[in-house]
């Protein structure tokens, strides 16, 4: 069975344009996850979806940033307009059920020069 | 104050000898927890969950927590190079910045 699948693995763009990061959950998970992670701050939760429905959006850091579900088997972050300080490795992670183990997508490398 | 919070290390410890970390928290309400190993330039993977009050064990790995102290911990016996590795411990959905381990030869 596959598991999370991210897309693009690596972006590098410049700054001010837009970047579309692309999630697929594992089948069955109710919950997603998006999260950012760089060395001085950890991996930040940004926000998570239940049944395709944005639950806590309270760790997106701007309004630049937006993310959408809009079925169980696809979301997408976005990142409009980007800044070099949005560089970090963005994972997502699906579970089934909030308290439950969640598994990961290899990330997306996102370097804004 | 950090919801969840870890010694960044870096730990560094012989192989063969236990490691020990450890992470707190600051939501009493908190269920679930949980310990992650990242590899570098890798995903978190799960090692071990634990819910209740006391001690899980899995293999070489047992996982500790102390609902009241707000307190959950995971030793490694018998440690091996190959568990060098940054472990992320989390809380229902919030992770801490992570615990670096060194296992030397």
């Known amino acids: 069975d596959a598991g999370v699948i991210q897309s693009p693995r690596h972006e590098v763009t410049e700054m001010g344009q837009e970047v579309t990061l692309r999630c697929k959950p594992i089948?069955?998970?109710?919950?997603l996850f998006w999260y950012r992670q760089t060395m001085m701050r950890g991996l930040e939760l940004l926000i998570y979806?239940?049944?395709?429905?944005?639950?806590?959006d309270s760790g997106m850091p701007e309004d630049r940033f937006s993310a959408k579900m809009p079925n169980a088997s696809f979301s997408t972050l976005k990142i409009q307009p980007s800044e070099p300080r949005d560089s970090a490795v963005y994972f997502c992670?699906?579970?089934?059920?909030?308290?439950?183990?969640?598994?990961f997508g290899p990330g997306t490398r996102l370097l804004v020069l | 104050q950090k919801e969840v919070e870890q010694n960044s290390g870096p730990l560094s410890v012989p192989e063969g000898a236990i490691a020990s970390l450890n992470c707190t928290y600051s939501?009493?309400?908190?269920?679930?927890f949980f310990w992650y190993r990242q590899y570098s330039g890798k995903s978190p993977e799960l090692i071990m969950f634990i819910y209740s009050n006391g001690d899980k064990e899995d293999g070489r790995f047992t996982a500790q927590l102390n609902k009241a102290s707000q307190y959950v911990s995971l030793l490694i016996r018998d440690s091996q190079p190959s568990d060098s590795a940054t472990y992320l411990c989390?809380?229902?959905?919030?992770f801490g910045a992570g615990t670096r381990l060194t296992v030397k030869p």
């Open positions: 939501d009493r309400g908190s269920q679930s």
């Open positions: 089948s069955g998970h109710d919950y």
């Open positions: 979806f239940n049944n395709n429905v944005p639950i806590d």
């Open positions: 992670a699906s579970s089934f059920g909030s308290a439950e183990t969640q598994y």
């Open positions: 989390a809380v229902s959905m919030r």
